[in-house]
């Protein structure tokens, strides 16, 4: 069978880092719309979408949100799966009826995050993982009927509702990725390098774990577009 569609839903305004990150971890067919740029598919011809990361925040008046959430709304009543990343998470939340709001906090860095070990999603990764964060919007309260998947002493980082994951942490972000944003970030200089000094090989290479989700999630998508083909 031919590697599953994916629509990825690009929402970093145009950062290199985002482009070569989820090219890399996710093994499918992908076709890239920058969202921020206005671009949305022009049909639901997809076996499933993922949701990027962003600079902005999902209760921000910016012109391309609305028709962003009016998609993935429609998407989400034709069945098709979802898996956000950091905003895609808190945007996907908000579009199914959850509320995002400042934590009032910044987190940064390597963090310990645990997950309840019951979840398709994060099957195969340690109930306490590693994994780079940087946020300071939180899903404050899951959508109805929504399950929580994973979290620490920040916030929730991780929920499913039906066929739609939402992830806090970055699992695609590699060591480049993740220093050059601590370098960019509007944080005190004792605390950029705080963080600078936990980006390390070795905790790279333990946050390696939960790239796992890529693959539990394409696999998810893949077992669903052969239900509907045996079906047809």
């Not at 799966?81 to 709001?101: K, M, N, R, S």
Request: aromatic letters at 10%; hydrophobic letters at 35%.
């Amino acid at each position: 069978m031919s590697p599953p569609r994916l629509a990825v839903l690009d929402a970093s305004h145009g950062d290199r880092n985002t482009k070569r990150n989820f090219r890399r971890e996710l093994d499918a067919s992908l076709t890239e719309f920058d969202v921020t740029a206005g671009q949305l598919p022009d049909s639901f011809d997809y076996d499933g979408a993922v949701v990027t990361g962003s600079r902005s925040s999902v209760y921000w008046d910016e012109p391309w949100i609305a028709p962003l959430k009016e998609w993935i709304g429609e998407a989400i009543d034709r069945d098709l799966p979802f898996l956000g990343i950091c905003y895609g998470h808190q945007l996907l939340a908000d579009v199914l009826g959850g509320t995002v709001e400042d934590m009032g906090v910044y987190e940064i860095g390597y963090n310990r995050i645990a997950h309840s070990g019951d979840s398709r999603l994060l099957s195969g990764i340690d109930r306490e993982f590693l994994a780079f964060t940087t946020h300071s919007d939180a899903v404050v309260d899951l959508p109805p009927g929504a399950e929580a998947l994973a979290e620490n002493e920040y916030s929730n980082h991780g929920f499913r509702k039906g066929r739609v994951f939402g992830l806090q942490f970055h699992p695609e972000y590699d060591i480049d990725t993740a220093e050059r944003l601590t370098r960019r970030k509007d944080i005190t200089e004792e605390r950029r390098r705080e963080v600078l000094a936990g980006i390390t090989e070795e905790n790279y290479a333990a946050a390696c774990e939960a790239k796992l989700v890529f693959e539990n999630f394409t696999e998810y998508v893949d077992e669903l577009r052969a239900r509907r083909v045996a079906a047809d």
